[in-house]
C-alpha cells in the first residue's frame, strides 16, 4: 500500500481531530500517511470552495462538525465520489445526547473558549513556571500539588503536563546534604508526592544531560553508588513524612500525572469526609 492522503476537516482548530488521528494511526506503524489539514471551516460555502482540494489528492476523510449543514456538504461529496470517511464526534455527541436526555447545542470551538476553565488554566501555568525546582519557596500553600524529588527526577515535565491541566503545582528539589526547605515543613497539610527513578536510570539521564551541557567531569552527581544512596535517603524522608511514592522509572511524564490526579482525588476526598 501506498501513501494515503489524510484529510483533517474541522470547524474549529482541529486540536481534537489531530489528536485521535495521531492516536488511532500509531495502532498502524506499517501505513504512511500525508496529512492535509482544513480546520475553522465554519460555513457550507467554505466546505464547498475546499472539495476541489480533496478531490485533487483523494483518500481518507476524517472530520469534527458540529454543523449538520456543513456536515451534509462534506458526506454527499464523500459519498458520491466513494471517499471514505470518518464522522469523528458524530457517535459521541448522539450517545452523550441520548444519555443526557437533551439535544447537543451544536457550536463549533466550544472547548478553546477564553472561560473561567481557560484562565484557571493559564493562572496554573504561571503558578508553576514561578515555583519550578525551589526557584520561589513563597506561595507553596497556594499550590494543588507539590512534588520532590531528587535531581533528574521528573519533577518538572510533570509539573508542566499538570499546570496544563489547571493544577498549581510546585516541586522542591532534595539536595544532599542539605534539609529539605522550611516551606514544606509549614505546608503538612497540602497535597504532596514523592518522585523516585531506579538509580541505573538515574545515572544515564544525568550522564546525557552533563552531555549536553559538555560537562565531562566524573562527580557524585553520576556515581551509581551515591545515586543509589540519594535516593534511599529520598525513600525514608518520604515515609517519614507520610508522603505517597511514585517510582516514575517505567512511566511516561503522562501516566506519572494520571497518577497523581488519581491520588489527589483521594487525597480530597478524605479531607473533605474528615471535614
Given amino acids: 500500500m501506498g501513501k494515503i492522503h489524510l484529510h483533517l476537516v474541522s470547524d474549529s482548530t482541529g486540536d481534537t481531530?489531530?489528536?485521535?488521528?495521531?492516536?488511532?494511526?500509531?495502532?498502524?506503524?506499517?501505513?504512511?500517511?500525508?496529512?492535509?489539514?482544513?480546520p475553522m471551516i465554519r460555513t457550507s460555502r467554505h466546505m464547498e470552495r475546499i472539495l476541489p482540494e480533496i478531490k485533487a489528492l483523494p483518500g481518507l476523510v476524517m472530520f469534527t462538525l458540529v454543523d449538520q449543514d456543513i456536515e451534509d456538504v462534506l458526506v454527499d461529496a464523500c459519498k458520491k465520489r466513494k471517499w471514505p470517511y470518518i464522522n469523528v464526534l458524530h457517535g459521541i455527541i448522539q450517545e452523550m445526547g441520548q444519555i443526557f436526555g437533551e439535544q447537543s447545542i451544536a457550536r463549533p470551538g466550544l472547548q478553546h473558549e477564553m472561560n473561567e476553565e481557560y484562565f484557571n488554566r493559564i493562572d496554573a501555568i504561571q503558578y508553576t513556571l514561578?515555583?519550578?525546582?525551589?526557584?520561589?519557596?513563597?506561595?507553596?500553600?497556594?499550590?494543588?500539588?507539590?512534588?520532590?524529588?531528587?535531581?533528574?527526577?521528573?519533577?518538572?515535565?510533570?509539573c508542566i503536563y499538570l499546570a496544563n491541566k489547571g493544577l498549581k503545582a510546585a516541586n522542591v528539589p532534595i539536595v544532599p546534604g542539605l534539609p529539605i526547605p522550611p516551606e514544606l515543613e509549614q505546608n503538612k497539610d497540602k497535597f504532596i508526592?514523592?518522585?523516585?527513578?531506579?538509580?541505573?536510570?538515574?545515572?544515564?539521564?544525568r550522564k546525557n544531560r552533563l552531555l549536553s551541557l559538555k560537562e565531562d567531569r566524573e562527580t557524585s552527581y553520576i556515581d551509581e553508588e551515591a545515586v543509589r544512596e540519594e535516593i534511599k535517603e529520598a525513600r525514608k524522608l518520604f515515609s517519614a513524612r507520610g508522603w505517597p511514592v511514585i517510582d516514575v522509572t517505567r512511566r511516561s511524564i503522562e501516566e506519572t500525572a494520571v497518577a497523581i490526579i488519581n491520588l489527589k482525588t483521594k487525597f480530597d476526598e478524605e479531607h473533605a469526609a474528615a471535614e
Avoid at 17 to 38: D, G, M, N, R, S
Avoid at 130 to 156: C, M, N, P, Y
Avoid at 194 to 201: A, E
Wanted: hydrophobic fraction near 40%; avoid cysteine.
Fill in 17 to 38: 481531530l489531530e489528536q485521535v488521528a495521531k492516536a488511532a494511526l500509531v495502532q498502524f506503524p506499517h501505513v504512511e500517511t500525508i496529512k492535509h489539514y482544513w
Fill in 193 to 205: 508526592v514523592g518522585l523516585v527513578n531506579s538509580p541505573d536510570r538515574l545515572v544515564q539521564i
Fill in 130 to 158: 514561578a515555583h519550578d525546582d525551589g526557584q520561589i519557596a513563597d506561595g507553596l500553600e497556594q499550590a494543588d500539588v507539590i512534588l520532590v524529588g531528587v535531581s533528574r527526577s521528573s519533577k518538572t515535565p510533570t
